[in-house]
């Protein structure tokens, strides 16, 4: 796997190699344009001045305007000199400057060109040196010179060697901006994932008993600032977690040892000597219970483990209200009758709903088992099943104390409310059927709320998004 630092170091080398050679190019391209205007205007104007030297003879005959310099002389500046020559319209060498040792280059489609009396540039060779030539037409100063063309030329050798040195000089310039970049950006990027670094160890450092500790490391830069934020808060989130697992377990191993222990305690009891028939049937009796309350207990567990795991998965069918209703209150019907609590249920309309009976039956059925429960006798339990455009909304009310002062409470695991709840003081069920609840309510994407009713007992409403019923 490749470092990060390494790679923030060779990308920074790059970016800021290849900009220097960007530039380094920019800047010969534009010496060249310059240097190249400034010689083109020099020419230009050695033509001039030849041209004008050429025909202001009175005798007719042409001669340049030139220094006097011996042929050692000229090939010592040569560099500086520049040559010219006159060419009839055929090509034919009238005239050439006198430290010249033989012809310039001959371009005869510049000279047709300049015969016609255009100005033509042209890039040539001339003794070993690559020259500017300018094709320079003499028409304009009339016979007998109308046919003549005057060929200029100047070296380009202090342009190719000033273009050649600094060339030389960006080439050293972008080697040493990319050792020095390279190592720059080491350095630059070693500070850059230092803070990163001690992130990683104060996390590693965590463990399952310091989740609270949380991580201060670079917490106060701002572009560290967010990175801790989220760590710390999924710090504690992971600390919620665990503490709620933690009590969970402590609340079920207590909830599961007490119907074995009372199982326990009465065969143990019932074994101690020789009882008759009916002592040995109720202790069958009671141990029957303990028993159908573990087995309670179990089911509703794996109910919960199965919604933590995203196992429980909703499957929606078409479910006639009415009967879903019937059925509902026939299956409460002895519970509130022995409980002397009147069940009502009623629905909104008639015809179907595509819900998932199994689970929506347990939403109902956990909340009327719990009305039925908490409500004292002669009071009343009452269910409403309705349908809108944005979901399904079910009201389960009862008669009972209410939800207490804490009724966001009432969902948590193992949790009870007030014993005042409880009619006779004591407290019946497992104390998951509204975990239960909220877990399948939760997985269906809809919402549950529960709080007291102001003529008293308590209310819990259900709503269902619309995408449950297409």
């Given at each position: 796997?490749?470092s ?13 190699t ?48 030139e220094?006097?310099l ?7 500046v ?48 001339f ?8 094709y ?10 109308d ?48 803070p ?8 590693e ?22 990175l ?29 040892r ?7 305690g009465?065969?143990?009891i ?13 202790v ?6 303990e ?15 199965r919604?933590d ?5 909703p499957?929606?069918?078409?479910v ?6 019937d ?29 998932d ?37 079910i ?5 009972g ?27 019946p069920?497992?104390?998951l ?24 007992g308590?209310?819990f ?10």
């Amino acid at each position: 796997m490749r470092s990060f630092r390494a790679q923030l170091a060779v990308r920074f080398a790059v970016v800021m190699t290849v900009a220097v050679v960007a530039i380094s190019l920019a800047s010969l391209w534009a010496l060249r344009v310059v240097l190249d205007r400034e010689l083109n205007a020099a020419i230009l104007n050695v033509a001039s001045i030849q041209a004008a030297s050429l025909v202001d003879s009175p005798d007719g005959a042409m001669h340049f305007h030139e220094w006097q310099l011996t042929p050692e002389e000229a090939v010592s500046v040569r560099d500086l000199v520049q040559y010219a020559q006159v060419w009839s319209e055929s090509g034919q060498s009238l005239l050439r400057s006198q430290f010249m040792a033989g012809d310039l280059p001959l371009d005869r489609e510049a000279l047709r060109e300049a015969s016609e009396g255009e100005l033509v540039w042209r890039e040539q060779s001339f003794e070993n040196l690559s020259v500017r030539s300018v094709y320079y037409p003499l028409g304009r100063f009339g016979p007998p010179h109308d046919r003549h063309v005057l060929q200029v030329a100047a070296p380009l050798t202090s342009r190719d060697d000033m273009v050649r040195r600094l060339a030389a000089f960006f080439t050293a310039l972008a080697g040493a901006v990319l050792v020095g970049s390279a190592a720059g950006g080491w350095w630059l990027a070693g500070r850059a994932v230092r803070p990163v670094h001690e992130v990683i160890d104060q996390a590693e450092a965590i463990g399952a008993g310091s989740l609270d500790r949380g991580i201060q490391a670079w917490s106060d830069t701002r572009e560290y600032h967010r990175l801790v934020e989220v760590l710390n808060t999924m710090l504690g989130r992971i600390q919620r977690t665990f503490e709620t697992q933690t009590r969970f377990t402590a609340d079920a191993s207590h909830e599961l040892r007490s119907p074995l222990t009372a199982l326990r305690g009465e065969i143990e009891i019932a074994l101690r000597r020789e009882r008759p028939p009916e002592e040995y049937r109720a202790v069958l009796r009671s141990s029957l219970e303990e028993i159908l309350r573990l087995s309670r207990i179990t089911e509703d567990l794996l109910t919960l483990a199965r919604a933590d795991a995203g196992v429980l998965v909703p499957r929606s069918e078409a479910v006639d209200v009415q009967t879903f209703a019937d059925r509902l209150t026939e299956r409460f019907r002895r519970a509130s009758e022995e409980a002397e609590v009147a069940l009502h249920i009623e629905t909104e309309f008639a015809g179907t709903l595509p819900i998932d009976a199994s689970l929506l039956g347990q939403v109902v059925g956990n909340l009327v088992d719990n009305g039925l429960k908490f409500t004292p006798a002669g009071g009343q339990v009452s269910v409403w099943l309705g349908g809108t455009e944005t979901g399904i909304h079910i009201t389960v009310t009862d008669t009972g104390p209410g939800v207490g002062a804490e009724p966001e409470r009432l969902f948590d695991r193992f949790y009870r409310a007030d014993t005042a709840r409880t009619p006779g003081g004591a407290t019946p069920g497992t104390g998951l059927g509204l975990a239960i609840v909220h877990a399948i309510v939760e997985r269906l994407s809809g919402s549950i709320e529960a709080r007291n009713r102001t003529q008293g007992g308590a209310r819990f409403d259900v709503h269902l998004p619309a995408a449950d019923r297409a």
